[in-house]
């Protein structure tokens, strides 16, 4: 199974929008963390619904990543995949210790890609 996770900071709302508006509405599935305060990325996930071929919404705990969908981590939460029957899952937490980097997030989706590394940010 294909997965396109992304992790942007506060900058990059527009390049989300430009990336994700180039998807074919069949594309994998896409996960995505924003750094961007909780009471913002509903609305930002509502906006980029309407300005794409795929569906995009706020992801809550349990959500499968399928095809033609993105799911953008709630403002003030972790987002993490789990492997569950075949199908990955979104796991939404809380926990301090876990960081809100987008770095911290692209190194913890890599084991859901199998053996690859995550691409370098642009300030690598």
């Not at 930002?44 to 300005?51: I, K, N, S, T, V």
């Not at 706020?58 to 492997?83: F, K, T």
């Amino acid at each position: 199974m294909v997965i396109i996770a992304l992790g942007a900071s506060a900058g990059g709302t527009e390049a989300l929008r430009l990336f994700l508006s180039a998807l074919p509405a069949d594309c994998p599935g896409v996960v995505i963390v924003q750094h961007m305060p909780e009471q913002f990325t509903r609305a930002f996930a509502e906006r980029l619904d309407g300005l794409t071929a795929i569906s995009v919404r706020e992801a809550c705990d349990g959500d499968r990543v399928i095809a033609g969908r993105a799911l953008l981590a709630p403002g003030n939460r972790h987002m993490r995949l789990a492997l569950e029957g075949g199908t990955y899952k979104v796991v939404l937490s809380s926990d301090p210790r876990c960081g809100g980097t987008a770095r911290r997030w692209t190194s913890s989706s890599a084991p859901a890609r199998g053996r690859r590394e995550p691409a370098p940010s642009a300030s690598s």
